[in-house]
């Protein structure tokens, strides 16, 4: 009878201690000044740039969406490495930088890094955190964002005019609809749309 109580009640508690991890760190979520968004709307767009020269470039363009009653977040993350073109590693964020081979790049003209917080201003990344990427069996990816550091430039490309507003961490794990885009073929894709959707934002 004892030993029924105790397995009951520790039951219990193991139930209990689950939940409030659960709800205190959701998965496939990010976190931005105090606020939980679980990723509900997702994209990852591989963008080729120079295919077949021997400056040929791939960034990793990942949206992650969080729609929630007519309201929409987006985390938008540009990952790129110019002597790797696949995905893998840590990746610093540095902010606007041309002496780190790979890094989470702000902004360009066809890929970005930051948050929108329903349709207001761009905050872009900056000198600060990093993104770890890698892509698991059967198609499956994980992504993790470590103290991601996000906020506004009074000149785009200017690090010195660079602002911290907050930081976004968060995770990522299973699957994403990949797109492929050469950018000599043009953006016509649902995911290039939406990018280009959100890169208006910043222009």
């Given at each position: ?79 790129l490495d110019d002597d790797v073109n696949t995905l893998g590693g840590n990746y610093p964020s540095l902010g606007f930088t ?21 349709g207001d201003t761009y905050y872009l990344t900056g000198d600060g955190g990093s993104v770890d990427a890698k892509v698991l ?59 280009n959707s959100e890169l208006q934002k910043v222009r």
């Amino acid at each position: 009878m004892k030993r029924n109580a105790l397995f009951l009640a520790g039951l219990l508690a193991l139930v209990t201690l689950f939940s409030c991890s659960k709800d205190e760190d959701p998965v496939n979520s990010f976190k931005f000044n105090g606020e939980n968004y679980l990723i509900n709307d997702l994209y990852l767009l591989e963008e080729i740039f120079d295919k077949g020269a021997a400056s040929e470039m791939h960034v990793f363009q990942f949206m992650f969406g969080n729609i929630s009653n007519g309201d929409t977040t987006v985390l938008a993350v540009a990952l790129l490495d110019d002597d790797v073109n696949t995905l893998g590693g840590n990746y610093p964020s540095l902010g606007f930088t041309e002496e780190a081979q790979r890094n989470v790049y702000p902004f360009g003209l066809f890929f970005i890094s930051g948050i929108n917080l329903t349709g207001d201003t761009y905050y872009l990344t900056g000198d600060g955190g990093s993104v770890d990427a890698k892509v698991l069996s059967n198609g499956l990816y994980s992504v993790k964002i470590n103290n991601l550091s996000v906020g506004t430039y009074t000149s785009i490309g200017d690090n010195t005019s660079y602002e911290e507003t907050g930081t976004v961490s968060g995770s990522y794990e299973g699957a994403i609809h990949k797109e492929v885009e050469v950018l000599s073929s043009g953006k016509s894709s649902v995911a290039s749309a939406r990018l280009n959707s959100e890169l208006q934002k910043v222009r």
